[in-house]
């Protein structure tokens, strides 16, 4: 990994289960080091041409513990916001001689386009609906630590899959460890596509048959930002695709319930839901650290 992680696509097996065992490692215990030297004298810049809370801190974070200089770079706080070119930025950025980059841009393909630009190892944070690898790592280091095993696990992705890169990059690791994937969102979110590409999942319009038995109910926003016009009414979407206590009962006694964030309480997810011991947004949050550490460790050590 040492020109980056750009997806998760082209990651084999071995690869995704490396980094997250080495998560692992980086989880806080009681006793543990809060700061390592592992990259001590490297600079990561984090470069954010979309908003991010979780994503851009928990980078920064990760980098700081592994003993890193790290800058954050977003466009409404840059020149972006004054006109710059995308060429002229990188270019900017790479006279300053950073060691890796984490980009987040809302183009699909722009880390790609960085990658081969400027020569440098790119770490993506999310390139428009394609793919957000670090999400999908975090997400599987947070089922993995609830003692499930990937592998037959059924796994009910719900909401707006078209325009989701969570949903992407979760698909294609999923599918590696040969879990059971079920996608389900209304028909206008539902990209048939990714059932061609990834062979064993299954699409579904109706939010109780994906959740049937299911051991993981992941949550998605519906990304507003990325639809040009309105695919559906906004005011029935809580009732057809909004998660409620009652819904957990179809679901596997243990199933866990998560969400990238940030959650819309009472658009995608009910409060009852989100803040319910079956709840592990706040698990995957803390995962993101770990996991971004060991991300940034194999890309700048190898
Ligand atoms: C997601 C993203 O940006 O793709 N959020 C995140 O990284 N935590 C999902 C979203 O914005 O809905």
Do not use: W
Not at 94 to 99: F, T
Not at 158 to 163: L, M, T, V
Not at 264 to 276: F, H, K, M, P
């Amino acid at each position: 990994m040492h020109d980056g992680l750009l997806g998760i696509e082209n990651l084999n097996r071995g690869d995704v289960q490396s980094i997250l065992d080495r998560a692992r490692d980086f989880q806080p215990r009681p006793g543990g080091p809060a700061k390592l030297d592992l990259l001590r004298g490297r600079m990561v810049v984090n470069l954010f041409f979309e908003a991010s809370t979780r994503t851009r801190t928990s980078f920064e974070i990760a980098a700081k513990r592994l003993g890193a200089d790290t800058i954050s770079i977003t466009a409404q706080g840059s020149s972006v916001s004054k006109g710059e070119s995308l060429v002229d930025t990188l270019n900017t950025l790479a006279a300053m001689r950073p060691d890796a980059i984490v980009m987040r841009h809302y183009a699909s393909g722009a880390p790609h386009f960085l990658q081969r630009y400027l020569g440098k190892p790119i770490i993506n944070a999310g390139d428009g609906t394609h793919e957000h690898p670090t999400q999908a790592l975090l997400d599987a280091r947070t089922i993995l630590d609830r003692g499930a095993s990937l592998e037959k696990l059924r796994v009910a992705i719900i909401g707006d899959i078209e325009h989701s890169r969570v949903a992407r990059s979760n698909v294609y690791l999923l599918s590696k460890f040969g879990a059971d994937i079920v996608l389900c969102g209304p028909a206008s979110l539902l990209p048939k596509e990714l059932k061609e590409i990834t062979p064993g999942i299954t699409l579904t319009t109706d939010m109780r048959e994906a959740i049937r038995d299911a051991d993981v109910i992941m949550m998605l926003r519906v990304q507003l930002e990325r639809q040009n016009d309105s695919p559906f009414p906004s005011d029935e979407y809580y009732s057809f695709y909004g998660l409620r206590l009652e819904h957990l009962e179809l679901a596997k006694p243990n199933v866990i319930v998560m969400h990238p964030g940030p959650i819309n309480r009472g658009r995608e997810i009910s409060s009852e839901v989100a803040d319910s011991q079956r709840s592990v947004i706040l698990n995957q949050v803390e995962n993101g650290i770990a996991v971004r550490m060991a991300v940034l460790e194999k890309v700048l050590c190898g």
